[in-house]
């Protein structure tokens, strides 16, 4: 037999933490509280915090693996090769592949991090830089200069332990 439950029982619980909460935000000092007055008050993300991902292009091989890996499909790449011409004379010629379009969007991305794992040239990385919002969905579709541009806020590696 199921006890009988007292009408508003649940709305008088629900007030409880509303007032609770009030009070604590308007009397207890800011380093008390869970959340942040944001954007007025911003938080330093953990170092290794998935916030946006950055691209190293000198790094990247085109191999392709990060965009067959994602499983939302939403890493667009596009490369072509070039030759290098030998460093001695009668040396072979290279062949380099160079980037000529690498995009993610992120209003698909669901921040796996499958990409970053995959990558076996290690051009890809998280930044924990997480203010990029848009009005508009397309807006969030980076390209390969603005994924480049995230590079310069990815932490410095931890070093190996001894
Ligand atoms: S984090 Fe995941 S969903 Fe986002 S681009 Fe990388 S593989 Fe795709
Ligand atoms: S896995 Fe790495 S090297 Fe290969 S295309 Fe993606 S970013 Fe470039």
Redesign the pocket.
């Known amino acids: 037999m199921t006890g009988r439950s007292v009408p508003g029982r649940g709305l008088f619980k629900g007030l409880v933490v509303t007032l609770t909460t009030m009070f604590k935000t308007i009397f207890l000092p800011r380093r008390h509280l869970a959340t942040v007055n944001y954007p007025k008050v911003k938080e330093t993300p953990v170092p290794r915090a998935?916030g946006v991902?950055a691209l190293d292009q000198e790094a990247c091989t085109v191999c392709m693996l990060?965009a067959r890996?994602?499983?939302?499909w939403?890493?667009y790449i596009e490369g072509h090769k070039e030759e290098i011409p030998p460093d001695k004379p009668g040396g072979r010629i290279k062949v380099r592949a160079k980037l000529d379009r690498f995009d993610?969007d992120y209003a698909?991305?669901?921040?796996?991090?499958?990409?970053?794992e995959v990558c076996p040239f290690d051009a890809l990385f998280w930044s924990p830089e997480y203010e990029y919002s848009e009005p508009k969905m397309g807006a969030m579709m980076h390209d390969m200069d603005r994924l480049q541009d995230w590079l310069k806020t990815v932490p410095e590696q931890p070093g190996l332990e001894k």
Do not use: A, E, H
Not at 69 to 72: G, K
């Open positions: 998935r991902i990060c890996s994602c499983p939302d939403c890493i993610i698909l991305c669901m921040y796996c991090g499958i990409c970053v």
